[in-house]
């Protein structure tokens, strides 16, 4: 299905949409192209002293109540770092001190029943010593010890698949 199909009218002139190539519409009345193009978003592998990985609760759908990392969507005029920054905030309450970049993956997140193709960063991190608390589209927070963490609690299929990618990284070979 092409990713636009739900947008059927120009957002300057009103004209009807009609598809142009695999990834934009075209206005009949005005010749406006819009291009789907993908959004950014960050995630933290947030890691503490003891070697345990803090995991999320998910709060809201998609995937309410699965396991997820604290993160989300780079709002426009953000780089990844700052967004980063804002969302371990946002989520945890605690203040990012170090921060990695590790590797990216491809994501289509489901949002008031349209698909957001995104890119989703993800990054290792410290966090400062301070009381966790979880808020804003988080249930809950917990530390679960890296040899414990289990891909498959993860409800985002990119969360999914990073947690995966994560531990092979991190792990000795047998462990995972």
Known sequence: MHPLHSFRFCPRCGGAFHEH????????????????????????????????????????????????????????????????????????????????????LPNVYTYSAFEVHTTDCFFQCRVGDVPLSACDDVAELHWVPLAAVRPEDFGLRSVSQAVRLFLMLTLPHNAV
């Open 21 to 104: 190539d695999s990834r934009s519409n075209r206005c009949s009345q005005c010749g406006f192209i819009y291009y789907h193009n993908s959004s950014s978003a960050v995630a933290a592998f947030i890691i503490d002293d003891a070697g345990r990985l803090l995991v999320a609760r998910r709060a809201l759908e998609p995937a309410k109540g699965t396991l997820d990392l604290p993160g989300g969507f780079v709002d426009p005029g953000e780089d990844l770092e700052t967004a980063l920054r804002r969302e371990v905030r946002e989520e945890t309450g605690a203040e990012i001190v170090s921060a990695k970049y590790l590797f990216s």
